[in-house]
Nanobody
Framework: QVQLDESGGGSVQAGGPLRLSCAATDDTYTRTCMAWFRQAPGKPRDGVARIRRDEDTMYAEDVKGRFTISKDNAKNTLYLQMNSLKPEDTATYYC????????????????????WGQGTQVTVSS
């Protein structure tokens, strides 16, 4: 069983940076495909970014150029560097992982991911 633990959330003013981390207990799944999702109140949980074991990355259109996903396999840790934050980035951010061929297509959905963290809150004020 894989457990994921997010950290780094908090409150920040618009335009500022924030870095999220996700520590995994095992690299069995994280080395294949890991992702960040987010969910605002009353909204669906949407993909933010994903990264494959070969470090290929994919981003949601509204975060391209502002967010960067990365990982450290030796530490079994996933990161999300968020820059130029906007109030609309306010949400609970979730780390997710899975071993799946679906990581090799040009989309990523929450239903494709098996393991999830508890979430960390990010609040961006104007």
């Amino acid at each position: 069983q894989v457990q994921l633990d997010e950290s780094g959330g908090g409150s920040v003013q618009a335009g500022g940076p924030l870095r999220l981390s996700c520590a995994a207990t095992d690299d069995t799944y994280t080395r294949t495909c890991m992702a960040w999702f987010r969910q605002a109140p009353g909204k669906p949980r949407d993909g933010v970014a994903r990264i494959r074991r070969d470090e290929d990355t994919m981003y949601a259109e509204d975060v391209k150029g502002r967010f960067t996903i990365s990982k450290d396999n030796a530490k079994n840790t996933l990161y999300l560097q968020m820059n130029s934050l906007k109030p609309e980035d306010t949400a609970t951010y979730y780390c997710a992982a899975v071993d799946s061929w679906k990581c090799y297509v040009d989309s990523f959905l929450d239903i494709d991911f098996k393991y999830w963290g508890q979430g960390t809150q990010v609040t961006v004020s104007s």
